[in-house]
């Protein structure tokens, strides 16, 4: 199938445009949204200055969208304003069969939903339609969820609401850093993608509405970081770890004082302290509810 892939580069987005590459479908081209400056053009060549998003592929990032398509000689776009008539007019020339979106920080606009043959497919990190919006996993660490997941799912005028084609619980083990635990969602969606495709070219693709209901999150503040020490200590324990790529600190106040934590180390799910909180130099034994979490303090 002809594709154009929508991405950026955060390591999300790289297993499925590897996935698509390795399927045989022709990539038309590969887009990545650009930073805004005035006098700049709709649609340029890819330049070296990466997108805005957190979190963020930087230089020790061993693989991105752009290696991999130059690797393969496709060639990138950054796109500065998605409804400018020069953009819809230089993907339309793409003649392309469906637009595949991992990662993509940008809006789609309407009319550029309806520029590729069958439309644009989505890979989101959650199953929706629970935890819609940009960070889904952050938010799912943050509130002590236990189902993961991907959902595919067609694009349209809304945010992560169009109908599903295809749908995964995965399971991630406690303690799994944040970065690993994207991976690890990637790999699962661009499988899922592939085999979409799949029955997308056959004719055998089934969608469905999703159903009413669900959530959705913005991006996450300051004061999304902090902890309550009411949460059991493996809340606590899975949200530190799973979080470590934003690079932040975890604000919690215990027994009237406040820590800010820098590194959760380990939980015991049952034991019981004799007092709130025990300090060991640089570290802290923290009593949850249940539980207690060993962190370093910042």
Request: proline letters at 14%; aromatic letters at 8%.
């Given at each position: 199938m002809r594709v154009?892939?929508?991405?950026?580069?955060?390591?999300f987005s790289t297993s499925p445009l590897r996935l698509l590459i390795e399927a045989g479908h022709e990539i038309r081209a590969v887009v990545i949204p650009a930073r805004r400056t005035s006098g700049d053009r709709p649609l340029v060549p890819h330049s070296p200055a990466?997108?805005?998003?957190?979190?963020?592929?930087?230089a020790t990032t061993p693989l991105s969208i752009v290696s991999l398509a130059r690797e393969h000689r496709l060639p990138v776009y950054q796109i500065q304003r998605l409804a400018d008539a020069e953009t819809l007019d230089a993907l339309t020339q793409l003649h392309a069969d469906i637009a595949c979106v991992a990662c993509f920080s940008k809006r789609i606009p309407a009319a550029l939903l309806t520029v590729p043959r069958w439309g644009f497919l989505n890979i989101h990190p959650s199953l929706l339609p629970h935890y819609r919006g940009p960070y889904p996993l952050f938010w799912m660490f943050q509130q002590g969820e236990r189902r993961f997941g991907v959902t595919i799912h067609f694009m349209?005028?809304?945010?992560d609401t169009g109908d599903i084609s295809a749908q995964a619980e995965v399971?991630?083990?406690d303690g799994l850093p944040g970065e690993e635990a994207d991976n690890t969602l990637s790999q699962y969606g661009a499988e899922l993608l592939r085999d979409v495709l799949s029955q997308l070219e056959t004719g055998r693709l089934t969608r469905r509405a999703q159903p009413p209901g669900g959530s959705y999150f913005s991006a996450p503040q300051t004061s999304d970081f902090v902890i309550d020490p009411t949460w059991s200590a493996q809340r606590a324990f899975n949200f530190m770890?799973?979080?470590?790529d934003w690079l932040r600190s975890y604000p919690i106040e215990v027994a009237g004082h406040r820590f800010k934590l820098k590194q959760a180390l380990f939980y015991a799910g049952h034991e019981i302290l004799d007092r709130p909180y025990r300090l060991w130099g640089d570290q802290i034994d923290i009593q949850f509810s249940p539980g207690v979490l060993r962190a370093l303090l910042e």
């Open positions: 154009i892939f929508f991405g950026t580069l955060c390591a990466p997108p805005a998003s957190i979190p963020m592929a930087d349209d005028e809304q945010l399971d991630l083990p770890r799973g979080t470590n």
